[in-house]
């Protein structure tokens, strides 16, 4: 099983935790770079937090990439 590299075609937000012991970030640091290579639409915010953790703290992030994705609709 692979995670898609290229093919989006909407903006998308990847939120991580630093301290994520479930998902080290050593793990996705290279999939980020290979999407950005391929010019995918993505997002990415660092979070100083767990895997739970990071769900709250990236919120306020979250948000906003979604309401400027809807602005002026």
Do not use: C, W
Request: proline share 7%; aromatic share 10%; net charge positive.
């Amino acid at each position: 099983m692979k995670m898609p590299e290229k093919g989006f075609d909407r903006p998308f937000f990847m939120a991580h935790g630093l301290k994520d012991v479930d998902v080290p970030y050593g793990l996705t640091a290279p999939y980020i770079a290979k999407l950005k290579a391929n010019r995918q639409p993505v997002t990415v915010k660092l979070y100083n937090a767990d895997h739970s953790g990071t769900l709250v703290a990236s919120q306020n992030d979250a948000h906003r990439f979604v309401r400027r994705l809807f602005r002026g609709r």
